[in-house]
C-alpha cells in the first residue's frame, strides 16, 4: 500500500535557526496538508495546498512559515526562524482527488522537531 | 469557529469488553467524520470513517454512529484486544473548501489482558 514518507524523522534545531521539513506525498494524490501535534496534545491543522498554491491555513501558520511544492514528488515546510514553542511532531498528509466527495487523508510518520 | 469535542479523555477496560468513545462538533455544515488511531510514537492511522448521508458503518469489531440532529458521532469498539490499546481520534471535516481535518482532543484506551 502506498505510503506518505517524511523525513526526517527527528530534527534538533537552535532557536532562531531555518528548518525544512519534508515530504513526498502518495503519487496520485492531489491535496496535501501539514498538522501538527505538540506532546501529549490534539493533532492540530496548519495548511492546506492544492493546484501549486495554499488553499487554507490556521492561525498558527504565520509569516514564518512556507510551503512549496519545489518539484513533482516533494512537498516541503519550512520554519523561518524557529522557537521555542515550535517543537513539535509535524505530520504531512496528502488525499486523493475529490473536491465533491471526502476523500481519507493519510498521514505520514512524522518530523519530530526539537528547538533547543 | 470549528470545534470538535471528545469524551473521555481516558478510557480503561478489560479485554473483551466494549469500548465507546463520544464526540460533538459545532459546525452543522460537516460532514465527514474519520477516526484516527495514534500509537505511541507513530502516525494517525484512519480506522474508520463516515459520511453524513449514512446513520451507522461498520467493519469487523468497530463501527461508528452518526446523530445529525444532536452533531454527535461515536465509535464503537467490540471485544477489545491489548493490541486496541492506543490513543484515539476523531475529526470532522467538510465537503466544500479542501477539506482540512479539525480533530477532537483525544481518547487514550488501555485495554487490559
Known amino acids: 500500500e502506498p505510503e506518505v514518507t517524511q523525513t526526517p524523522s527527528h530534527q534538533v534545531t537552535q532557536m532562531g535557526q531555518e528548518v525544512i521539513l519534508r515530504c513526498v506525498p502518495i503519487?496520485?494524490?492531489?491535496?496535501f496538508y501539514w498538522y501538527r501535534q505538540i506532546l501529549g496534545q490534539k493533532v492540530e491543522f496548519l495548511v492546506s495546498?492544492?493546484?501549486?498554491?495554499?488553499?487554507?491555513k490556521s492561525e498558527i501558520f504565520d509569516d514564518q512559515f512556507s510551503v512549496e511544492r519545489p518539484d513533482g514528488s516533494n512537498f516541503t515546510l519550512k520554519i523561518r526562524s524557529t522557537k521555542l514553542e515550535d517543537s513539535a511532531m509535524y505530520f504531512c498528509?496528502?488525499?486523493?482527488?475529490?473536491?465533491?466527495?471526502?476523500?481519507?487523508?493519510?498521514f505520514g510518520d512524522g518530523t519530530r522537531l526539537s528547538i533547543l | 469557529g470549528e470545534n470538535v469535542e471528545q469524551h473521555p479523555s481516558t478510557l480503561s477496560v478489560q479485554e473483551g469488553d466494549s469500548a465507546v468513545i463520544k464526540c460533538t462538533y459545532s459546525?452543522?455544515?460537516?460532514?465527514?467524520f474519520p477516526w484516527y488511531k495514534q500509537e505511541l510514537g507513530k502516525r494517525p492511522q484512519l480506522i474508520i470513517d463516515?459520511?453524513?448521508?449514512?446513520g451507522e458503518k461498520k467493519d469487523q469489531r468497530i463501527a461508528v454512529t452518526l446523530n445529525k440532529t444532536a452533531k454527535h458521532f461515536s465509535l464503537h469498539i467490540t471485544e477489545t484486544q491489548p493490541e486496541d490499546s492506543a490513543v484515539y481520534f476523531c475529526?470532522?471535516?467538510?465537503?466544500?473548501?479542501?477539506?482540512?481535518?479539525?480533530f477532537g482532543t483525544g481518547t487514550r484506551l488501555l485495554v487490559s489482558p
Open positions: 498528509a496528502s488525499r486523493a482527488p475529490g473536491r465533491e466527495v471526502n476523500q481519507p487523508q493519510h
Open positions: 503519487s496520485n494524490h492531489l491535496y
Open positions: 495546498f492544492y493546484n501549486n498554491e495554499i488553499s487554507e
Open positions: 459546525d452543522s455544515a460537516s460532514n465527514y
Open positions: 463516515i459520511r453524513s448521508n449514512v
Open positions: 475529526a470532522a471535516s467538510w465537503r466544500t473548501g479542501f477539506q482540512k481535518l479539525v
